[in-house]
Each structure stands twice: as C-alpha cells, then as structure tokens.
Antibody, heavy 120, light 108 residues
Framework: EVQLVESGGGLVQPGGSLRLSCAASGFPFSSYWMNWVRQAPGKGLEWVANINQDGSEKYYVDSVKGRFTISRDNAKNSLYLQMSSLRVEDTAVYYC?????????????WGRGTLVTVSS | DIQMTQSPSTLSASVGDRVTITCRASQSISTWLAWYQQKPGKAPKLLIYKASSLESGVPSRFSGSGSGTEFTLTISSLQPDDFATYYCQQYNSNSLLTFGGGTKVEIK
C-alpha cells in the first residue's frame, strides 16, 4: 500500500523558515516524480513544486520561486520542502503527492498533509 | 499561465441525480486534464486523468469528456458518498500545473 506521511508543519513568524518532510513507503520511491501541493484554509488547491526521480529537475510555482527548495533523498525514501522568507499567504495545508505513472503530471497518491501557519 | 475556470462553484443535487461540472481552460490543453474529489479534512482523490480515463478503483458512474478548452465531469447517478468538492487540474506543461477553483456538490 502506498503511504505518504508529511511532517514538519507548525507556527512560524513572517520571514521565518520551515522544513517539511514526506516519508514514502509501499512503492519504489526513486522511480517517481514527486510533488508538493498546498491548500490555504477554506480555499482551493495550488501546486507548489515538483522534482524528478534523481533530483536533477525541479519546478516551482512563481509565487515560491527563490524562497522554497524541493529536494529528495532516495536512500531514505523521503521528500523535502525547505521554505524560507515565509509570508502570511503561505499559510496552508501542504500535501506530498506522487506523480502517476501515466504521461504528464497527475497526482495519484496523497499524504494527509501538514499545516503551516505563518503569523506573528 | 493557463487559468482553469470551473462552473458552477456550488451545485445542489439529490441522490440519483445526474450531475455535470464544467471546467474551461484559458488556452488549449488538448486532453491533459484530471479531476479530483475532496471531502472535508481529507486529501484529494484522483478520479479521472487524460480527460476521460477512469482511475483504477473509481466507480463507473464517474466519467469525463472534452478536449481543447472545455471539459466536463459527469456523475451519472449521484450517491451519498459523492457529496464533496471537485477540482479539475491541467497538466499541459509539466512545470506549470494549475487547478480550477472547485465545485462543491451539496445535498439539495
């Protein structure tokens, strides 16, 4: 069974930093693109970033470019999101999501999410 | 950026009703479109990809259609478990993915 478990969320002040982790199990982690998707309270879904199998390709939504860094450790079956210069508008539940094996980026497995609150 | 617009934003329906949700793209995305279902406090669940391909394990009452800029998700006979929020997602570009604003399906 595919499992994705996020951790690392919490309350942080504007301008602060936070590192999210996603522990993957139940599938060959190193064979899949991985993603972070977020959802602000009461709002819709927003794709944040993704990374290819060996970490050589990374893409970000414009609003986080230069502030967030996605990375992975295939030996530890783990995905990360380093967030810095956090803003109030970054407040959201952050989901780790696996890319489907079909062509294109489609999210076929999701974690339960971890809440990041940016507030003074 | 490709903008995705869903309509309606809220839909009231009864069990057994046929329900249709529309998603429009600001430019052609061929059939690079997925649909997700999300229940309160839960992660989204993939229903449809490539505009009309049913994800494994998803009931056949769900179907998708469309290409280019206009797409629909249809639930042929609404069941109690289907009351949720539905999102479309375009993946015309693997480096710039966007979701629609969501359609909440409520009990009438």
């Amino acid at each position: 069974e595919v499992q994705l478990v996020e951790s690392g969320g919490g309350l942080v002040q504007p301008g602060g930093s936070l590192r999210l982790s996603c522990a993957a199990s139940g599938f060959p982690f190193s064979s899949y693109w991985m993603n972070w998707v977020r959802q602000a309270p009461g709002k819709g879904l927003e794709w944040v970033a993704n990374i290819n199998q060996d970490g050589s390709e990374k893409y970000y939504v414009d609003s986080v470019k230069g502030r967030f860094t996605i990375s992975r450790d295939n030996a530890k079956n783990s995905l990360y999101l380093q967030m810095s210069s956090l803003r109030v508008e970054d407040t959201a539940v952050y989901y780790c999501a696996r890319d489907h094996s079909v062509p294109g980026v489609v999210f076929d497995s999701w974690g339960r999410g971890t809440l990041v609150t940016v507030s003074s | 950026d490709i903008q995705m617009t869903q309509s309606p934003s809220t839909l009231s329906a009864s069990v057994g009703d046929r329900v249709t949700i529309t998603c429009r793209a600001s430019q052609s995305i061929s059939t690079w479109l997925a649909w997700y279902q999300q229940k309160p406090g839960k992660a989204p669940k993939l229903l449809i990809y490539k505009a009309s391909s049913l994800e494994s394990g998803v009931p056949s009452r769900f179907s998708g259609s469309g290409s280019g800029t206009e797409f629909t998700l249809t639930i042929s006979s609404l069941q109690p478990d289907d009351f949720a929020t539905y999102y479309c997602q375009q993946y015309n570009s693997n480096s710039l993915l966007t979701f629609g604003g969501g359609t909440k399906v409520e009990i009438k």
